[in-house]
């Protein structure tokens, strides 16, 4: 028993095991979900929009990562490793937010010409002071 | 020196659980997630703050779009077929898939040249405004690393084709389907979003 895992080890490790579903069916999936998300601007909903376009490509990177990438049956350590790498960009962005969609905070206020609502200085107006 | 000993760790070696070859990918596309993810990131900011993004958006042509997500979306299915014949020993046939995958890269470099030709023509370029700076610098590393794909893959089909270094196989098709995914992102925030 245990001498058949460590052989089933052994072959998942040098990629000899890999199940192979039906791709063409994925494939399929994959293409239907390309359809709605290019129909679903049409219905002119804003949230219909968002839905048909962010969370069916959150679903359409889910189906290629797992049934084309086999992310679900490699080593535990890629999983981590691409969560990782999420979660710094979530970091990066809860980081720098603030200060690209917010035009003020608690001790600064952002410049009108940075803030888009007026021209930016003309040039060489900051060294003549 | 046996022939054994002068393959490269990568082709044998196992320490952390995989072969070496592919945890090595793994990790590239580990950094590839943090520089597109930067990159997305920072124009959903910007999209957020900024209704004149939408009106910029309004200028990207969607059914291209969706046409070369389409391209990318085939081209991955057969990257994967490729892996499945690399399994089964079958060189020849991972060759064969190989190269309908490089053509379907080749197939999203020319449609994005047109693409790209028709709009600088119409006068959006990349020192147009922030939106189309962020469009070219997206879409212009995407199709930089669509093109490192097409040119590995030709050389990885060329010894695949004679049934030699077939692990090589899976490694560029788990970088070809990151290529993909980078463009399931990039298609709604692009061309959809308006």
Not at chain 2, 117 to 127: F, K, S, V
Request: zero cysteines; a negative charge; aromatic letters at 12%.
């Amino acid at each position: 028993m245990a001498d058949h895992a460590a052989h089933d080890h052994a072959h998942e490790a040098h990629g000899e095991h890999t199940h192979h579903p039906d791709y063409v069916k994925i494939w399929g999936v994959l293409l239907v979900l390309l359809v709605i998300s290019v129909a679903g601007p049409f219905l002119e909903i804003q949230v219909i929009t968002l839905i048909t376009a962010f969370g069916i490509a959150i679903v359409k990177a889910y189906l290629v990562v797992k049934n084309f990438m086999h992310i679900n049956v490699a080593a535990k350590l890629v999983t981590y490793l691409v969560l990782t790498m999420l979660l710094f960009m979530l970091l990066f962005f809860a980081g720098t937010a603030p200060d690209v969609m917010e035009s003020h905070g608690s001790n600064w206020e952002k410049p009108d010409w940075i803030a888009g609502t007026a021209h930016p200085p003309a040039a060489g107006h900051e060294e003549s002071h | 020196m046996s022939a054994a000993s002068s393959r490269p760790i990568a082709t044998g070696r196992s320490a952390a659980g995989m072969p070496t070859g592919r945890l090595a990918v793994w990790w590239i596309i580990a950094s590839e997630i943090v520089i597109f993810g930067g990159l997305l990131g920072s124009y959903i900011m910007h999209r957020l703050a900024h209704d004149a993004f939408a009106e910029q958006a309004a200028h990207t042509n969607t059914w291209i779009g969706a046409f070369n997500t389409f391209v990318l979306l085939t081209s991955s299915l057969s990257a994967v077929l490729t892996h499945k014949a690399a399994d089964h020993g079958d060189g020849k046939k991972a060759a064969r898939f190989l190269y309908y995958t490089m053509g379907g890269g080749l197939v999203f470099l020319v449609v994005k040249a047109f693409e790209w030709t028709t709009e600088i023509q119409a006068g959006y370029t990349l020192a147009s405004n922030t939106f189309w700076s962020f469009y070219y610098t997206a879409a212009g590393i995407h199709a930089a690393h669509v093109l490192a794909g097409v040119i590995i893959m030709g050389f990885v089909a060329h010894t695949a084709k004679r049934q030699l270094e077939m692990q090589r196989v899976e490694l560029i098709g788990l970088y070809w389907h990151f290529v993909d995914v980078v463009w399931i992102f990039l298609f709604p925030l692009l061309y959809i979003a308006k």
